[in-house]
């Protein structure tokens, strides 16, 4: 382990580069005008993501950073659930042809929220609006201890075949300092409701550096997991954003581990994942060795996006709802965040769009260097240079950090190879943000690099 790595660099807040340029850099200089012409286009030929943004919980729990509310009432759902589908319709007659999906995630909050018959609607409307391919992955969301019978069988007839279940932590003085409690024989029992329903294939998402948190309850928690043997894990450092997400206040910062702390408990996970025969995928997920995030990890053609590490290689993602973000061919467009601005702009037919971003010639070379960083590891400069018409020597923005990181061997330079230490994979974020643009002009408040 590298804990003077973890000790030296753990401090920097950096983007989790799900996306280049990320988020913070998107501005209303994209409007519904622009996504209009993008969506307009597509051609039936290239291959489209569905994101699905439900924002409501029946709880809330003090470390989410996810765009939500609580509801105990199944009517704002309801009603929300309209405008999803008539976002959906608006998005097909305006490509004017059904768009061919290859994946569909539904992602919250919690999409379980919704009543069987509700979710059962939108999923028509959406094979109705775009031609979901019979072998294309749908994904849902679960909160395990929300999930009843029925919304499992509904999953299951509506064709859902990869499910995600929020896990955290099995500690319960981690889940009471995060108010979140979840008890493993919950989550079992949701597990066997959902493979009964002919749902095979499972993931747990974990987070360390929660309040309280242990390597010791860490690695407890991993081996009541791998008893249930998902297909998938992603493994996440938690983000205390307290000034952008108010809840949080109400976590003791004192109770929050450090950065060499945070780091001995991801290591921990990783450890005891492998040792239970799963791959480690990237910075933070890990499969089964079939599993096919883990065959597109040994193929080289893993892909990022805001759900993490992905397997989708689709030309374009439609999102879905308010605070979704859609990717497209030219950039990226973002919708409104209040549920009341994007169905107000819904419910009058026209988009949410409020802002986004249009890529540059230099964006696309610097996101593929990011990108394949991120999920390789290592990068071929001059490759990816000559591929862009780009000079390889002017591929990194920030030398001294760079400089730095070769120094501590984090990383190694062969000509314009660059390779990521196994031991320092952990830092690739900070590899990659030597090769951000935007990043020193950026006043967003981003995640702990540990």
């Given amino acids: 382990m590298r804990s003077d790595l973890a000790k030296s660099y753990g401090q920097d807040r950096l983007p989790r580069y799900t996306s280049y340029p990320t988020a913070p850099h998107f501005s209303s200089s994209v409007r519904e005008t622009d996504y209009r012409t993008w969506l307009n286009s597509l051609r039936v030929q290239q291959r489209a993501s569905i994101y699905l943004h439900v924002p409501f919980c029946r709880s809330l729990c003090w470390h989410c950073g996810c765009h939500t509310s609580v509801t105990k009432r199944n009517e704002p759902i309801a009603i929300y659930a309209a405008g999803l589908r008539t976002e959906a319709y608006l998005v097909g007659e305006t490509i004017g042809q059904r768009l061919s999906i ?3 995630h539904f992602g919250g909050g919690t999409p379980t929220v919704m009543t069987p018959e509700t979710f059962a609607d939108l999923v028509g409307t959406l094979r109705y609006s775009f031609l979901v391919r019979p072998d294309a992955e749908i994904a849902v969301e679960i909160d395990p201890r929300t999930l009843t019978e029925p919304m499992a069988e509904a999953l299951g007839y509506c064709g859902v075949n990869r499910v995600s279940l929020g896990i955290q932590s099995f500690d319960p003085a981690v889940q009471r300092a995060i108010n979140r409690l979840q008890s493993f024989e919950q989550t079992a029992t949701s597990v066997e409701r959902l493979r009964r329903a002919g749902i095979g294939r499972v993931n747990f998402d974990l987070i360390y ?7 010791a309850s ?8 791998v008893q249930l043997r998902p297909d998938r894990f992603s493994v996440f450092g938690y983000a205390h954003i307290p000034s952008f997400k108010k809840h949080q206040r109400k976590i ?8 060499v702390e945070r780091y001995l408990q991801s290591e921990t996970i990783a450890e005891a994942l492998i040792d239970a025969g799963y791959v480690r995928i990237g910075l933070d997920h890990f499969a089964l ?4 995030l883990a065959l597109a990890s040994q193929q080289g053609t893993l892909r990022r996006n805001f759900q993490g590490y992905t397997d989708d290689s689709a030309d374009a993602l439609v999102g879905l709802g308010a605070s979704a973000i859609g990717r497209m061919p030219q950039g990226f467009v973002q919708n409104a965040s209040a549920t009341k601005d ?5 419910t009058d037919e026209r988009f949410a769009t409020v802002k986004g971003y249009s890529l540059t010639e230099e964006d696309r070379f610097r996101a593929e260097i990011i990108e394949r960083l991120m999920c390789d590891m290592a990068v071929d400069l001059a490759d990816i240079s000559r591929r862009h018409g780009r000079d390889p020597t002017l591929a990194i923005v920030d030398r001294s950090r760079i400089g730095s990181l070769i120094a501590d061997g984090v990383v190694t330079m062969d000509d314009d190879r660059l390779y990521v230490s196994s031991d320092a994979q952990f830092l690739v974020r900070s590899v990659a943000s030597a090769f951000d643009a935007h990043l020193a002009r950026s006043e967003a408040t981003h995640s702990r690099a540990v």
């Fill in 102 to 104: 290859s994946h569909i």
């Fill in 209 to 215: 550096g929660l309040p309280l948190q242990t390597a």
């Fill in 218 to 225: 860490c690695l407890d928690t991993v081996a009541k997991c």
């Fill in 252 to 259: 003791d910062e004192a109770s929050l581990p450090n950065s």
């Fill in 289 to 292: 060795p079939d599993d096919a």
């Fill in 342 to 346: 994007y169905l107000a702009r819904i």
